[in-house]
């Protein structure tokens, strides 16, 4: 019997040295309930997720991290852009690209139109160029321009869902691995606020360009065509059912690794299992009724049939 003792002393001492050489923390819930179970612990490292660096021993675990996280996120005011440092108008007529009177014609014509950005009119109206319009928005926001997209090199160097690109009008066109840096082309505004949301998800740094707006919105449309298989929207405002959902895919692909942040009008969860990544996206909609949707709201899962929004 006294040999049994020291026989589990020993299987106990040599799986806290296990864990201890795999560096992998204790939980990071305060509420998690402590000492698992022998095989739990042997298991700890296949069973385990990270959140944002902080681990989670267990899927309850990591699904009431998520609750707090979503929670937050849901309730957050998104922020207001600042306003530009330098007029785009005034800017091209210091560098003799425009006159004051074809500004004022411009602001005219936006203002009758009610949409549009001054950079579209000035170039409508035939006062400058696509290049010359282009240029300027790179010195306004001072960022390089990107002249040309590579469309192996589009598709592979991230994995932002399209709605995201398509609602903030940029294009992910080159990662350098030796910095860790993604960069990002906008057609129009440059938003940092999203930038520093995909530094967060992505675990990178982002570089900001500015490429002529038709050109995004052809790259945009040429990435439309394709299936997205793992990026899957739905638009909802409820907790309870983002829960549910989030809880149904997270018990389905057991991720190794989640992250999650609040871009715009959308909440992004980033599921990364060691063969794949999928993208749950909600849509977010304040101060606007919701439609009824009588079954679970999934927008689009392209080439993939949605999860149950119950089956968690």
């Not at 020993?10 to 819930?29: A, K, Q």
């Not at 998690?32 to 385990?48: D, E, I, M, S």
């Not at 505004?189 to 052809?218: F, G, N």
Request: proline share 8%; glycine share 6%; net charge positive.
């Amino acid at each position: 019997m006294p040999g049994l003792f020291k026989s589990l002393a020993s299987s106990v001492d040599w799986i806290h040295r296990y864990h201890t050489r795999t560096g992998r923390p204790d939980c990071s819930l305060v509420s998690c309930p402590g000492t698992k179970p022998l095989w739990q612990q042997l298991l700890r490292r296949r069973a385990g997720a990270f959140l944002h660096g902080q681990f989670y021993c267990r899927p309850e675990c990591l699904e009431t991290a998520l609750l707090g996280q979503l929670s937050r996120l849901r309730t957050m005011v998104p922020s207001m852009q600042p306003p530009n440092r330098f007029p785009l108008g005034l800017l091209m007529v210091a560098r003799g690209k425009l006159t004051h009177a074809e500004v004022r014609a411009a602001l005219e014509a936006q203002r009758k139109a009610g949409s549009g950005s001054i950079g579209d009119w000035i170039e409508k109206l035939g006062f400058a160029s696509e290049q010359d319009v282009t240029a300027a928005l790179a010195l306004q926001w001072g960022c390089p321009v990107a002249s040309s997209f590579d469309n192996a090199v589009v598709d592979s160097v991230a994995n932002i869902p399209l709605d995201i690109l398509e609602t903030f009008q940029m294009i992910p066109f080159n990662y350098t691995p030796a910095t860790n840096t993604l960069s990002l082309a906008f057609g129009s505004r440059v938003d940092h606020a999203a930038l520093y949301a995909i530094e967060r998800i992505l675990d990178c740094r982002t570089q900001p360009c500015v490429a002529p707006s038709r050109k995004v919105a052809r790259q945009l449309e040429y990435m439309r065509q394709f299936p997205r298989p793992h990026d899957v929207e739905f638009s909802t405002q409820d907790l309870a059912e983002m829960a549910r959902i989030t809880s149904s895919y997270v018990s389905r692909l057991s991720p190794d690794d989640v992250r999650l942040s609040r871009i715009g009008r959308f909440i992004w969860l980033r599921l990364k299992t060691c063969k794949a990544v999928t993208n749950l996206l909600f849509r977010l909609q304040p101060n606007s009724p919701m439609p009824h949707h009588p079954s679970p709201p999934l927008l689009r899962a392209a080439g993939q049939a949605p999860l149950s929004t119950t089956s968690v």
